[in-house]
């Protein structure tokens, strides 16, 4: 039998590897995911095989049953708008069972004395590192969750936000905490009543420092905190695995690990900010004032339905700008349908993805995918920004934050230094939004203001159908 579970962990592994290389393009993306899906069945029944002996069946079945109902409903019914909080909540709960695991094997080998089967050195070292990190993922992806969720009150994520000098302190103290506990327990754990306290002191040591390092992080950098707390989780279910001598924990946690890590790292360049600036800092200021006035005394100039239609009516390119509100409003499909009239009518559309355009990695490309926009008229920024100055007119659909050319203009400015879209290089902008609010990095967006820009005010998806009916009239 140990023949065969080995066969299963390197045939599962091989389909997480083979499953995630179909991620890279949109007609492989849904194979990919269902490869991916059935090489972690294979791998679960080679951990039924592996522990065939055991008396635990129906806690095994238990625990199976549970995990379905919490998690295929909400895969199934959330929507596009909150996939990037499921993602947050559905990481946290794999770095939590990291956790546990841990503080099980901790308990079940009688505080690392009792090892068997495994080295004792990767054992040990293996499930503290995995109780460490899984604890930490866990609490700072339901902080996540619930900033995205806007579970939190925004004066209380203001205090948090202010204060991160102190929340850096504390996180000093803690991880100094966590790294002492870990090499004492390492050392001289001998599975007494004291022990298991010690085991859970570093779990709550490690699961404070993981909200006090989310919380102080302001919300436009939540997408490259999502992907940061990705990686983590990845290290520690190979940590786990390591420990338990499971390959397919090794190489699935491993490739979590790699890939959020590299993603990381290009979202954190695609911001111009360090990892580190990221995590010890945050974006913030004062949101502009509601009514159409500026920080700087500007003004706005509103348009009507009928006038953005006979603008881009008439235009030889057209490129579509969206962001968070558009999957607020669900406006994907309306947009696809305005597109489709201008291209009927000869307009150039093309699309013009920011890597951190919505809450998540991808997110753009998805919704648009969704509503069957072609993935080639889906531009990254570099590849657009080239684009506006030729461009007739620039259509901004909730996109606050990537479009601000104060990132450009204003050494000042919280965002100075971050690569954006040169919307304001556009002949003529047309911004849809609901309200003069801020974006996720609360600061005033001088584009809003400019002489070549019109706002639209409204529901996104309401105004995008009003300018598709208007299209149809001329």
């Not at 290389?21 to 949109?26: A, D, N």
């Not at 990291?98 to 505080?111: C, P, Q, T």
């Not at 945050?282 to 509601?290: H, I, L, M, R």
């Amino acid at each position: 039998m140990g023949y065969l579970v080995t066969i299963l962990y390197i045939v599962a592994f091989s389909m997480f590897i083979y499953g995630l290389s179909g991620l890279t393009g949109p007609k492989t993306a849904v194979r990919g995911n269902y490869i991916a899906a059935v090489g972690m069945v294979i791998a679960v029944v080679a951990v039924l095989i592996d522990i065939r002996d055991t008396d635990n069946w129906a806690l095994i079945a238990g625990g199976l049953l549970v995990g379905v109902v919490l998690g295929v409903p909400p895969a199934l019914r959330t929507k596009m708008t909150a996939m990037p909080q499921l993602v947050a909540l559905f990481n946290g709960v794999g770095g939590g069972t990291v956790a546990l695991i841990a503080w099980a094997e901790f308990l079940n080998s009688d505080g690392f004395t009792a090892v068997e089967a495994v080295p004792s050195a990767p054992f040990i070292v293996g499930s503290l590192f995995a109780a460490i990190i899984g604890s930490v993922s866990f609490w700072g992806s339901l902080v996540a969750f619930a900033k995205l969720q806007e579970l939190l009150n925004k004066n209380v994520e203001k205090v948090f936000v202010s204060n991160a000098k102190a929340f850096q302190v504390a996180n000093m103290i803690l991880a100094l905490v966590s790294i002492g506990l870990a090499v004492f327990i390492g050392i001289n754990a001998d599975g007494d009543p004291q022990s298991s306290l010690l085991i859970v002191g570093l779990l709550v040591a490690a699961g404070v420092m993981g909200l006090f390092v989310v919380l102080p992080i302001g919300g436009a950098d939540m997408p490259v905190v999502i992907s940061l707390l990705n990686a983590l989780t990845g290290l520690s279910a190979a940590a786990a695995g390591l420990a338990l001598n499971n390959q397919a924990m090794i190489v699935a946690g491993m490739i979590v690990g790699a890939s959020g890590t590299i993603l990381t790292n290009l979202m954190a360049k695609a911001m111009n900010r360090s990892i580190p600036a990221i995590i010890f800092g945050s974006f913030g200021g004062d949101a502009a004032e509601a009514g159409g006035a500026s920080a700087t005394g500007g003004t706005v100039k509103a348009t009507s339905a009928s006038d953005a239609a006979i603008q881009m009516a008439y235009a030889n390119q057209v490129i579509v700008v969206p962001g968070y509100g558009l999957a607020v409003a669900q406006a994907q499909h309306a947009v696809k349908e305005m597109a489709a009239l201008l291209e009927a009518r000869g307009v150039e559309v093309k699309y013009a993805i920011h890597p951190v355009a919505g809450r998540m990695p991808g997110h753009m490309n998805v919704l648009l995918a969704e509503a069957d926009v072609e993935y080639d008229a889906m531009k990254e920024m570099d590849d657009i920004n080239g684009e506006f100055s030729r461009t007739d007119v620039a259509i901004v659909i909730g996109a606050n934050d990537v479009t601000n050319p104060a990132a450009r203009n204003d050494p000042s400015s919280p965002i100075h230094g971050m690569p954006i879209l040169n919307v304001d290089e556009a002949r003529s902008v047309i911004v849809l939004k609901r309200s003069m609010s801020s974006g996720y990095a609360g600061i005033d967006n001088p584009l809003f203001f400019a002489d070549t820009t019109s706002m639209l005010f409204g529901d996104a998806k309401k105004m995008v159908a009003a300018v598709t009916e208007e299209l149809k009239a001329l």
